[in-house]
């Protein structure tokens, strides 16, 4: 199993920036590749970014491109979402999921909220 626990969300001003962090833990040396979705009060829950965890292979959905950049730190077993230019439709609770090689995401964390006030 791998435990995935996600944190920085929080309340910002359209415009701004905050960085959400994902801790995972268990058996990550079985993670292929981690991904940030993101789920809006009465919306499908959509895939936002994604990368390997050896790194590389970055992909964005389209709404994101050019504001949000996700990284991953292999020391800390952390991944990150930066996410500059926020919208007022950013606001969703925001999950961090992991997958293994060949694999649908099955590992998934409880979501941290993000809100942006127009």
């Known amino acids: 199993q791998v435990q995935l626990v996600e944190s920085g969300g929080g309340l910002v001003q359209a415009g701004g920036s905050l960085r959400l962090s994902c801790a995972a833990s268990?058996?990550?040396?079985?993670?292929?590749?981690m991904g940030w979705f993101r789920q809006a009060p009465g919306k499908e829950r959509e895939f936002v970014a994604g990368i390997n965890w050896s790194g590389g292979a970055a992909t964005y959905a389209d709404s994101v491109k050019g504001r949000f950049t996700i990284s991953r730190d292999n020391v800390k077993n952390t991944v990150y979402l930066q996410m500059n230019s926020l919208k007022f439709e950013d606001t969703a609770v925001y999950i961090c999921?992991?997958?293994?090689?060949?694999?649908?995401?099955?590992?998934w964390g409880q979501g941290t909220q993000v809100t942006v006030d127009s």
């Open positions: 999921a992991a997958r293994r090689h060949s694999a649908p995401y099955d590992y």
């Open positions: 268990g058996r990550t040396f079985s993670v292929y590749r």
